[in-house]
Every structure is written in structure tokens, then in C-alpha cells.
Nanobody
Framework: VQLQASGGGLVQAGGSLRLSCAASGLTFSRYVMAWFRQALGKEREFVAAISWSGGSTYYADSVKGRFTISRDNARNTVYLQMNVLKPEDTAVYYC?????????????????WGQGTQVTVSS
């Protein structure tokens, strides 16, 4: 299984970025997909998750209304559209996959992880 995250970069506060995570080696449509992030010196935290079909989405309160998670099961890819970015969004963003049907916010429940992509928001 391989999860390849991309799309990170440096952006000014108020700007936007779109992260992508391409999956291979798994039946993508049977995995809950999620994004987590880890800022320097802090623990990894949940950002967003999406159900198998994409019909249900879940967000951390800190990103609700600004970030949108989506998936394309035909392309085995999950996305995270990030708008109105703030300096506190600066972190390494990781995509993760869980084969269970129930969405969880707990990172320990996710089986597979991507390598991370750095997002830096300047003030």
C-alpha cells in the first residue's frame, strides 16, 4: 500500500491550497480516508475524514467552514481544499486510510499513512 501526498507549499494568510493523496495497492473505495496534521513540537491531530462513498464528511472544529475533503474513487485520490489559511494551519499534513466502515478521529485506528506534505502559512 502506498499513499502519496502532494500539494503543500508556502502561502500567505488568507490564501488557499489543495492537497492531493494518491493511493495504490488497496481497494480505495473500501477505505475511510482522512487528513491529519502535525505542527512542530505538537502532537498529530485530526483534520478531516470522508466515508467510503464520499457521502459523509467530518471536520475538526478548527478547520470547519474553511477546509473541504473530497474523494474520487475512480482516480483513487482524496483531496483537501484549504481556504482562508491561517498561520496556525502551518504543519506537515498526512493522509491516512482505514478499512473499517466507521469513521474515527483517532490516528491510531488508521492502518496506512502517506509521507506528509509541508504546508506553511505566513502572516
Amino acid at each position: 500500500v502506498q499513499l502519496q501526498a502532494s500539494g503543500g507549499g508556502l502561502v500567505q494568510a488568507g490564501g488557499s491550497l489543495r492537497l492531493s493523496c494518491a493511493a495504490s495497492g488497496l481497494t480505495f473505495s473500501r477505505y475511510v480516508m482522512a487528513w491529519f496534521r502535525q505542527a512542530l513540537g505538537k502532537e498529530r491531530e485530526f483534520v478531516a475524514a470522508i466515508s467510503w462513498s464520499g457521502g459523509s464528511t467530518y471536520y475538526a472544529d478548527s478547520v470547519k467552514g474553511r477546509f473541504t475533503i473530497s474523494r474520487d474513487n475512480a482516480r483513487n485520490t482524496v483531496y483537501l481544499q484549504m481556504n482562508v489559511l491561517k498561520p496556525e494551519d502551518t504543519a506537515v499534513y498526512y493522509c491516512a486510510a482505514d478499512p473499517r466502515a466507521t469513521v474515527t478521529y483517532y490516528s491510531g485506528n488508521y492502518f496506512h499513512w502517506g509521507q506528509g506534505t509541508q504546508v506553511t502559512v505566513s502572516s
